[in-house]
């Protein structure tokens, strides 16, 4: 069956403001608002679509993480996925843990391709993707803008520094998203209920035999230093004026 | 025992990217370190000659191969990872370039990576930004694994040139795949100086309302000689090409001098600008969140303080 694994993560919602435990020990993460990862949703919603196309037969959503990642992987089945698979585990998940359990299930489910966000908005790795790639020993396509499938092939336009890169993979590869690959769609209450009957499998790291290794130790969180708040100017005159005394224009 | 730091080069064939100079000078954060660059092209004549200028520079190592003549993190990575043996560090850059390498080189060397390293602390310890720089994280590398990360380029300045170390070739043994392949990149050609480098930036925002509107950014950047950027909002109207985002998932820059003209401030987007020396906010909303860390704020049509601006400018 042409499949697509989709790898999503569970991270506080973009939209709350982060603060710093004060014992420096992490951030609060407490009665905050949890949301899938928004490049995981596009990654989603890029399955889905290549799905719609007739581009792929089935779209399994998976995830590394504890056990209230389950409510991200129902909304993800919500979204449209057709099953999901939830690898359960406690404490820190490093990208080279989450993209070797990534690997136990790619080997299982074999798919002819992996999309994963480009990077998760909590710690800000951009990692698991290229790893899951060079595990696999298959292609990368990370920071997608573009994604065309041809027979065996994908085309993929990356948003890179220089502007726009277009690569040709074999398939399967992974692929990352970037933010201008498509908009998710919304999830409507009848598609909430249907979700709720769809297919999740609990896994365990051991189970994959994996161990959850940590290789970094996290020594300490703290608040970043606040910039001095500035003044107001009252015209472009004056601004000017000031930029000019400090040389800056 | 003595670190031993690995660079890989950034570069397009013929020029180095400053990218690699503000590496070079995280990595002398090292004490003592040994730093040796390695080029990967398909002819490194020209980027070793930049790259052996780079004070703090111990050796540069070529790797030539037609297959690097455009950087597949695919064929790049085996080579580096034959190269990797004797080092105790493995770093890049934090641009597309890095981002997409080097956790391919992590993987394949099985240790993790730290991406965006803003400060070396010892030679194991190092501090990032996460939360889009909402909270910094200081990471130990524990048990002697070998240390793969990026290199968060606006927290460093980059090394400068006037040394000139060694270069030797290198060869690799390593089985190179062929299943990715370069089509082609599409780069707007400008006169401009490069965003993520510019002394100068002048950024515009959603504001703007439309891409022909975005132009007068454009005349008032070439008045002082600075680059252009954009908010992710002004990117995702079509307003700019996605090259000009700055911001979490865009460019981090530190310019000296930084005008936000129409961008209220997101939190994503404060993050790519923070370390900028000063900041310039216009906006015609008194409560927009960037006059929290503007220096200079000044409230009022854009549309209309813009060519002021521009006027008072060449006036000078």
């Known amino acids: ?54 581009g792929a037969e089935e779209v399994v959503v998976a995830t590394v ?15 449209g996925g ?63 803008s573009k994604v065309e499938l041809a027979e065996g092939k994908a085309r993929v336009t990356r948003e890179v520094d220089a502007g726009l890169e277009t690569l040709e993979v074999d398939l399967p590869a992974v692929v990352t998203t970037d933010l201008r690959l498509n908009e998710p769609r919304y999830v ?20 994959l035999g994996l161990e959850p ?30 930029l000019k005394k400090k040389g800056l224009v | 025992m003595a670190s031993k730091v690995l660079i890989v080069a950034e570069h397009d064939g013929s020029k180095l990217n400053p990218a690699t100079a503000k590496c070079v000078t995280c990595a002398r954060g ?40 455009h950087a ?41 990576q730290i991406s965006d390293i803003m400060a070396v602390e010892s030679p194991t310890r190092f501090r990032r930004p996460i939360y889009a720089g909402n909270a910094i994280l200081t990471v130990e590398v524990e048990g002697g694994a070998k240390v793969v990360g990026t290199v968060r380029t606006a927290s460093f300045e980059g090394t400068p040139a006037g040394a000139s170390a060694p270069i030797e070739k290198a060869s690799v043994n390593a089985e190179l795949p062929t299943y990715t392949r370069f089509v082609s990149v599409s780069a707007a050609k400008s006169d401009r100086p490069d965003l993520q480098t510019a002394t100068r930036v002048v950024s515009g925002g959603r504001a703007l309302g439309s891409a022909d509107a975005f132009k007068i950014l454009y005349s008032l950047a070439d008045k002082i000689g600075a680059a ?50 000063t900041i310039v906010a216009i906006n015609k909303d008194t409560e927009a969140p960037i006059f929290e860390v503007a220096d200079y704020g000044l409230v009022g049509d854009l549309f209309q303080i813009v060519p002021e601006l521009e006027k008072l400018i060449a006036a000078k």
């Open chain 1, 1 to 54: 069956m042409k499949r697509i694994l989709v790898g999503i993560k569970r991270v506080v919602d973009y939209n709350v403001r982060i603060r710093v435990k004060p014992d420096g020990s992490g951030v609060i993460t407490d009665g905050v608002k949890m949301s899938i990862n928004p490049f995981d949703e596009i990654a989603l919603e890029e399955a889905l679509r290549i799905k719609e196309k007739g």
């Open chain 2, 228 to 277: 252009v950027g954009a908010s992710r909002a002004a990117v995702d109207a079509g307003y700019a090409p996605n090259e000009l985002q700055v911001g979490q998932t865009g460019k981090i820059i530190a310019p000296e001098l930084y005008i936000a003209i129409g961008i209220s401030g997101a939190i994503q987007h404060l993050t790519g600008i923070k370390d900028a020396r």
């Open chain 1, 65 to 79: 993480g504890p056990a209230e990642c389950q409510q991200q992987l129902r909304t993800a089945l919500a979204m």
């Open chain 1, 82 to 144: 057709d099953r999901a698979v939830h690898v359960q585990a406690d404490g820190v998940i490093e990208p080279l843990v989450a993209a070797r359990a990534l690997l136990k299930l790619v080997e299982k489910e074999q798919p002819m391709m992996v999309i994963v966000g480009k990077q998760a908005i909590d710690d800000d790795n951009s990692q698991t993707g290229p790893m899951l790639a060079a595990l696999w020993n298959r292609p990368q396509a990370t920071f997608a």
């Open chain 2, 30 to 69: 090292i004490a003592g370190a040994e730093i040796t660059v390695v080029v990967c092209a398909a002819d490194a004549a020209a980027v070793a000659t930049q790259a052996a200028q780079l004070t703090g520079v111990n050796r540069v190592l070529t790797v030539e191969n037609p297959v690097n003549a």
């Open chain 1, 188 to 207: 409507k209450l009848p598609d909430i209920m249907k979700a709720k009957k769809k297919p999740l499998e609990t896994l365990t790291l051991g189970a």
């Open chain 2, 72 to 112: 597949l993190s695919a064929t790049i990575a085996p080579q580096i990872v034959a190269l990797a043996g004797p080092f105790t560090h493995v770093f890049g850059p934090s641009t597309t370039f890095g981002k997409d390498l080097m956790p391919r080189i992590a993987a394949l060397l099985d240790t993790a």
């Open chain 1, 213 to 242: 290794k940590q290789r970094l130790k996290l020594v300490k969180f703290e608040p970043p230093p606040q910039r001095q708040k500035g003044i107001r100017v009252k015209d472009a005159a004056e601004l000017v004026e000031a």
